[in-house]
């Protein structure tokens, strides 16, 4: 009975700290996060395809079929 009572406590614990002690960004904090990683991501992206091309361009003149 004591680990069912601990899980309640752990489970309001959790919930205190969700409602009111945590800060949640605001739309446009969130906005810009979501604009900062998309355009991290696309321009990762766009470094690993030109390695690719470049490494099939360099294996295709290595390996000529």
């Not at 899980?7 to 960004?25: D, Q």
């Not at 998309?38 to 321009?43: C, E, G, H, V």
């Amino acid at each position: 009975m004591n680990i069912v009572k601990t899980f309640i406590n752990y489970c309001k614990a959790c919930y205190e700290e969700l409602a009111h002690k945590t800060t949640w960004p605001t739309r446009k904090e969130l906005t810009q996060s979501a604009v900062l990683v998309l355009t991290a991501s696309l321009i990762i992206a766009a470094v690993v395809w030109v390695m690719d091309v470049l490494f099939k361009a360099v294996m295709s003149s290595i390996y000529t079929i």
